[in-house]
């Protein structure tokens, strides 16, 4: 793993302000032909409690479900390319995860451990599709396992080169399975038959089930979330501008945060992507920055 460079104050900022240029550009590009997309996990918590970025929060999260995101996918070329670009694996081969981000036009951040990954990098946001779960629990946790497998199998191109020993041997066998194949079977079992007019709730494929990630929710929805939070919106204040969220809001941040409008201790006010290298490309050198006093 490559050394881990700290992005602190003024760079920090910048990083957040490179971000929300796409936030502004996704969501022109999306009220543009009606695709619906809220934002989500911690940037939703930031515009309910900061009106925007969290202080320390290093990254956007936006989420769709699967039929907006095959739609986005199929009008994001009409983003600013001197902004940003849609990366997911169909758009750059060496993309391994199953979701896809945003990525700042001329601009490098290499995540640390990621150093040998082949696929594109630059300042990004993650855009996730949610796809349908199963109708009982005991099918969502079958499911819930099977993504696990899936995702493992796929973050063991990244894992051989970082672990030791047992693990080594184990993720290097695991890598030898070609990503396509996980794709596909992803396809077959769950993104082929995922629709806005299903009943179904809802989940993330490619990350931990949304109700275990921050804190364990009760064990009946702990594996996936109702459809209706992703269909029924509201627009927030985030920053200098407007963006859509979970109309109900409160009930999605109590279920992934709980008390989430009492800060975090001091200790776990940190960002959550270490990166080894990284370049903003001159981009934005004109924004005004606030001092230690709030003044410009």
Known sequence: MGQVIEIT????????????????????????????????????????????????????????????????????????PDICYFQDHTTDPGYLWGYGKLRRTGTTFVRAGQEHMKGQ??????????????????????????????RKTIWAQVAKENEKGFWKFWYT???????????????????????????????????????????KAPLPVRYSMPKKWFLERAEYQFEDTVLYGIQDYDAFLEYEYGDYMTLPPE?????????????????REDVLYEDEQGKK
Request: glycine content about 4%; proline content about 5%.
């Open 267 to 283: 200790e776990k006010r940190v960002a959550h992507a270490p990166c080894s290298s990284y370049d903003f490309g001159g981009i």
């Open 173 to 215: 066998l695991l890598s030898k399975i070609p990503v396509d194949t996980v794709y596909a079977n992803a396809n077959k079992w769950y993104i082929s038959k995922s629709s806005n007019d299903r009943p179904n709730r809802v989940r993330i494929l490619f990350m931990p089930s949304t109700g275990k990630f921050y804190r």
């Open 121 to 150: 990098t630059g300042i990004c946001l993650d855009v996730f599709p949610l796809d349908d779960a199963p109708k009982t629990l005991p099918m969502q946790m079958l499911q819930d396992f099977h993504c696990f497998c899936l």
């Open 9 to 80: 104050g003024k760079e920090f900022r910048r990083m957040q302000l490179i971000q929300l240029d796409m936030l502004k550009e996704f969501d022109r590009v999306c009220r543009k032909h009606d695709i619906k997309y809220v934002i989500f996990a911690g940037t939703l918590l930031g515009a309910v409690r900061h009106k925007g970025y969290i202080p320390w929060d290093d990254d956007a999260d936006i989420a769709m479900l699967r039929e907006d995101y095959e739609n986005f996918k199929k009008v994001a070329s009409e983003m600013n």
